[in-house]
């Protein structure tokens, strides 16, 4: 797992589809869509229920949402410290 698969996870979490999240991330589909499969091959979960709508969230991905979401405010503070230097 790394920082790059949490983030486009969570875009996927917050925007319902690869593509609306590929397009937030600045990245292709494809790569939203790689990050996902290595992602749940790694954690040996399903994140995702695929439908015609979208994409919505399992109940286990909803937890590590959760989880995330402090994780990636705290990255981002670091980069912006990382910045200034």
Do not use: W
């Not at 949490?6 to 999240?21: D, K, P, R, T």
């Not at 790569?31 to 015609?52: G, H, P, Q, Y």
């Not at 286990?60 to 910045?83: D, G, H, I, K, T």
């Amino acid at each position: 797992m790394n920082i790059k698969q949490i983030q486009y996870f969570a875009a996927v979490v917050e925007h319902g589809s690869l593509s609306a999240a590929a397009k937030s991330r600045r990245v292709t589909v494809q790569a939203i869509s790689k990050s996902m499969a290595d992602l749940e091959s790694e954690v040996r979960c399903d994140l995702f229920v695929r439908n015609n709508q979208g994409m919505r969230p399992t109940a286990f991905a909803e937890a590590l949402y959760e989880q995330a979401v402090p994780v990636l405010a705290r990255f981002s503070e670091l980069e912006e410290f990382a910045a200034r230097c």
